[in-house]
T-cell receptor
């Protein structure tokens, strides 16, 4: 069955530290890949997306993600976390003509 | 600015009542979606609509109903048959159902609580 996993339910990092959030998918073909961020009580905002080409994609707010076909992964990274990055992060995948499947989310806490 | 407006932001429902959540978009998007979000469970698809006057059930449609009479509007009714309606509800849209390349645009959500 098609699935998206985010192995880390909750991650805590210190402000200024680097960040990597993991996302793995189980699909027969390479899907479209997305990362969204959600602040408490708000909707989801698109951070970045990948569907072909360069496997390292840049997004908003200083985030980037790398697609690794061999590992079926699309991990999100940021070199230096800011307190305002504290939020919930969702990985999402979709095949052409099919609905999105969202991962369960990773909650990020940032220590001052 | 174009976007999706969900209203109300907070909604309280008594046992046995039907309530309707509003979702309006001015993005000229063809497709619209309703998701339910519960803590630790990510987003689950309730209903989606590819075009006006058409909609399909998602993964958890039981106890919910929708309509799509206008391109801009996709209201969700939570009926009394929904046994556990307390949740955060998100509406989203995309330019075309078949084109996932641009992702979804989300509204800011409605928090429904049964009292």
């Amino acid at each position: 069955a098609q699935s998206v996993t985010q192995p880390d339910i909750h991650i805590t990092v210190s402000e200024g530290a680097s960040l990597e959030l993991r996302c793995n998918y189980s699909y027969g073909a390479t899907p479209y890949l997305f990362w969204y961020v959600q602040s408490p009580g708000q909707g989801l905002q698109l951070l970045l997306k990948y569907f072909s080409g360069d496997t390292l994609v840049q997004g908003i707010k200083g985030f980037e993600a790398e697609f690794k076909r061999s590992q079926s992964s699309f991990n999100l990274r940021k070199p230096s976390v800011h307190w305002s990055d504290a939020a919930e992060y969702f990985c999402a995948v979709a095949l052409y003509g099919q609905n999105f499947v969202f991962g369960p989310g990773t909650r990020l806490s940032v220590l001052p | 600015d174009g976007g999706i407006t969900q209203s109300p932001k907070y909604l309280f429902r008594k046992e046995g009542q039907n309530v309707t959540l509003s979702c309006e978009q001015n993005l000229n998007h063809d497709a619209m979606y309703w998701y339910r979000q519960d803590p630790g469970q990510g987003l689950r698809l309730i209903y989606y609509s590819q075009i006006v006057n058409d909609f399909q059930k998602g993964d958890i449609a039981e106890g919910y109903s929708v309509s799509r009479e206008k391109k801009e509007s996709f209201p969700l009714t939570v009926t009394s048959a929904q046994k556990n309606p307390t949740a955060f509800y998100l509406c989203a849209s995309s330019s075309k159902f078949s084109d996932r390349g641009y992702g979804y645009t989300f509204g800011s959500g409605t928090r429904l609580t049964v009292v």
